[in-house]
Each structure stands twice: as C-alpha cells, then as structure tokens.
C-alpha cells in the first residue's frame, strides 16, 4: 500500500505494518494530479514543474494532509496520486483492495467541491451520484464530510437521516459499516441506482468490494464486466435477489458514452429498501420480480 506522509508530501510504500491512515474521498474532476505528476510535483525538480501545483487536484490532497495533521495522523491515502494507473497489474489489485483500504482507516474525509455556504447544497453534492464514492461512504467506520473551503459539514452518523434520504441507503447500513453486509442482494444493488461511473466496466469494479467480491478487471469489455460480476456473487451466494439487477443501456445512445449509469431490472421500481421474495419472470431470465418489500438486514 502506497500512502502519503503528511508531513513530508512524500510517497511511501508500506507491504506489512501500515501505520495509521486517512483516506480521501472525492469526485473526480479536470485538474486531478496523476502518480507521475505528484512524483514530479513533489520530487527534486519540482520548482520546474511547479504549475503542478497550482492544479485543484494537487490543492485537494494538501487540504486533506493538513487535515490529517490536525487530527494527528501521519499518513493520507488518496485514489489520483497513490495509484500507479499506467500499470495494470498494479490498478487491478487497487481496485480489489480498495473497500478493504477504506474499511481500515482511521477515518475517511469526505470532500465535496461543490458544497459552498448553504447547508441544503449538501443533499445535491455530486459526490451522491458517482458510482466510486458508494463503497468510500460504506466502508470505513468514520466518515467527515467537508465543504469546499474544508469547513466541516458533519460526519455520516450525524448526517445519516439526510444521507439516508438522498440515498436510499438502509439507516442502519450508515450507523454501523459491519452490518453491510447483512442486507440483501437486491437491497445493496438498489444503493448503487442511478449513481453514475466514468466506463461502463466500473458499474461493476465499483461494487466489488461491497459483495466482497475479487476478479480480474478487463478494462475494454463493456456491459461483460457486470455479467462476469454477477456470476462471480452466484458462486459464493445463493441469494437470488441478484438477478433483479442489469447493465442499464437504454439511455446511453441519448448521452455520452464515457458515462454509464447503473440500471434496475424489474421489480426496482421500489428501491427505498429491497429485501424479500422472489419469482423469477419467464420473459427475461436475468430478471425477478421483488416481493414482500421491508426494511432492515
């Protein structure tokens, strides 16, 4: 595991023993700062290079080891500059262990750009739209959410009512991270509707972690990512909740198609909270129809 030492701005990679970690949650934007750049940024060269710093992504991950070095933690993770993308054997294995990165730290900061002074702009964010940002605010055990200027805005638990209307995700999923994986199929399939991924393969890579789920990433095989998925939760589950979910095409000819949404099969049309029994539909045998809808795990 790669991490930032927040005092140092330096890169340092940890195998056994990781120290105490944050860990950066954010939505991409146009200026994030990649593994070489932050390399460069922070290197021996780096007054040659210095426009690297003047990117919002290098800004953000200073507003974040600032943050870490207040609550007395010497060590930031961050998706944009720990990850070396350019190998991919190396992205394939980050995105395997990355629920399980999240899970172990400290606590998660949440930074969402384009929350400013008005408290109702949170229940807006973007950062409840993308697919990635679904496990980064299941998994860890301390979620603090920040507006632009790194003002606090409150923390998962105390923002839950709120989150839980925005999300649909089951309140108790938001008040305890162990119970996750108690509720449904179904249930952590609807949390991820209409959350939207840059790549079609992400509406799968995403939810890896979520249904403790490892496979191979195939970045070039579209909707097959989503289907490899399924069959791998078919192997270690016989919840068939699972088949009430499918690779949602039907608007991607009307929009860009480097974003992909994630689609609902039938019987998702109450996705408030999905658990119950099902039968499977003839017409479509990827497809079951949700019965006996209740709250809880």
Known sequence: MRLIDVNTLQLKEFHDKIPPYSVLSHTWEGEEITFQE????????????????????????????????ADKLGYLW?????????????????????????RDSVVCYAYLADVGGNPNSFATSRWFTRG???????????????????????DRKDLADTICNVTRIHIGALHDQNTVSQYSIAQRMSWAADRRT??????????????????????????????????????VSDDQSLFAWIPDDTDLHSRSADESKYGSGYGAYNTRYMKG??????RFPWSILILNLFDGP
């Open 38 to 69: 932050y390399l460069i940024a922070t290197g021996p060269d780096a007054k040659s290079h210095s426009h690297i710093k003047q990117k919002q992504g290098f800004s953000k991950i200073i507003g974040a080891c600032n943050r870490a070095r």
């Open 78 to 102: 961050c998706d944009t500059n720990c990850i070396n993308k350019s190998s991919s054997a190396e992205l394939s294995e980050a995105i395997n262990s990355m629920y399980a990165w999240y």
């Open 132 to 154: 990635w940002t679904l496990q980064e605010l299941l998994a860890p055990d301390k979620v603090i959410f920040f507006d632009r200027n790194w003002g606090v805005l409150g």
């Open 198 to 235: 840059s790549r079609q393969e992400d509406t799968a890579y995403c939810l890896l972690g979520i249904f403790n789920i490892n496979m191979p990433l195939l970045y070039g095989e579209g909707q097959r990512a989503f289907l490899r998925f399924q069959q791998e939760i078919i192997k």
């Open 277 to 282: 029994r099902i039968s499977p539909l003839l």
